[in-house]
């Protein structure tokens, strides 16, 4: 069966609801007997990190079903894709963004403006994790085995007087230097592209190298961004996108030791569906570390004008081949589905 067929199956299952119910969330079944497997984690924090942490408790929960993880954390997250791909682990999390690479239906979640509440997200995860879907998120040796909730990616900026696209131009603006998508939506509004990595991004921002970047709340306490908006700035309480994180394995390397890895993933997907709120929950809890005084707070007529912006740079970056179609139409989907009513919803580019 086609790709295409089968992202209209999952559509249809989408479309009729039954893969909106969180499912009964049951303890997958021990292996027969101890598997030791390699896990590259990437958090920009380190070991310190949240995501480390929540990656060490996840390690010891596995140990309940005879799965011993060698877990490695990572602050380079190009590095861990990389020693992924070499072989020296069999899983990786990293974000969606980078996961692209190893399989560009998944990696086409994090484009502009994709979702625009966690209720979508937690409707679109429950369809990826539907076993129609199954069959695309392999390609090759490679399968996206989890996708998780990063949450909101907010503009923040050093300075409350850029209060528009227009006022941004002119402007330096911190973007990702492995990411050419970026770059071209910053040049495309007048603005000067700051090239960073994962290491340099928060503090390019911190130390004035950049006026704004784009980042979710749960990286304002640990990046320390406070120092870059200063006393002038502030952040905008409007998405540019809804961030994933991806959890990737090495199908060879991983069916030799799980022969029954396709039965033991549907299990785990089913189960992890149950964490679903907790995710969401932690991020809504990181969103309160940002104070009060900080948002700036848009318009509505401002809103539509960006919602519509970011939907014309989806569109063209997917003409250009940057996204896949596919995932454009199931995105476009979950909006529709959760706000029937919005224009986008009796057009027919995505």
Not at 5 to 15: D, E, K, T
Not at 38 to 45: A, G, Q, T, Y
Not at 263 to 281: M, P, T, V
Request: proline share 6%; charged share 25%.
């Amino acid at each position: 069966m086609k790709r295409s067929l089968r992202l209209l199956l999952a559509l249809s299952i989408l479309a009729t609801g039954t893969s909106t119910a969180a499912p009964a969330a049951s303890t997958p079944k021990p292996l027969p007997k101890p598997v030791n497997i390699r896990f590259c984690l990437f958090d920009p924090v380190g070991t310190n990190g949240q995501i480390a942490s929540l990656g060490r408790d996840l390690a010891l929960e596995a140990r309940k079903w005879n799965l011993i993880v060698d877990l490695k954390v990572y602050q380079d997250e190009r590095v861990a894709a990389e020693d992924f791909k070499a072989g020296q682990c069999e899983g990786v999390a990293i974000t969606t963004l980078r996961a692209r690479q190893f399989n560009r239906i998944v990696g086409s979640i994090d484009s502009p403006g994709n979702l625009r509440s966690y209720e979508e997200m937690r409707t679109l995860i429950r369809a990826l994790a539907n076993p129609a879907f199954l069959p695309m998120s392999i390609t090759g040796r490679y399968q996206v085995v989890g996708v998780v909730p990063v949450g909101a990616i907010y503009v923040m900026t050093n300075d409350r007087a850029i209060d528009s696209i227009e006022k941004a131009a002119g402007k330096r603006v911190a973007v990702l230097d492995w990411d050419p998508s970026q770059a071209k939506m910053i040049s495309a509004i007048g603005a000067h592209p700051v090239m960073a990595d994962m290491t340099s991004y928060g503090p390019k921002f911190n130390n004035g190298q950049a006026d704004i970047i784009a980042a979710p709340a749960m990286a304002y306490l640990p990046l320390e961004l406070s120092r870059g908006i200063g006393k002038k700035g502030g952040v905008f309480r409007f998405p540019l996108l809804f961030a994933t994180g991806s959890i990737v394995i090495r199908r060879d390397l991983l069916l030799p030791k799980i022969p029954d890895l396709d039965d033991r993933l549907l299990q785990l997907r089913e189960y992890g569906l149950g964490f679903i709120d907790s995710f969401i929950a932690t991020i809504r809890v990181s969103e309160k570390d940002i104070p009060e005084k900080l948002w700036i707070d848009l318009s509505e007529g401002d809103k539509v004008k960006y919602w519509r912006m970011l939907r014309e740079a989806r569109i063209g970056l997917t003409k250009e081949g940057i996204y896949e179609p596919s995932m454009m139409n199931l995105l476009k989907k979950v909006r529709c589905r959760h706000e029937p009513g919005n224009e986008e919803c009796s057009m027919f580019e995505e």
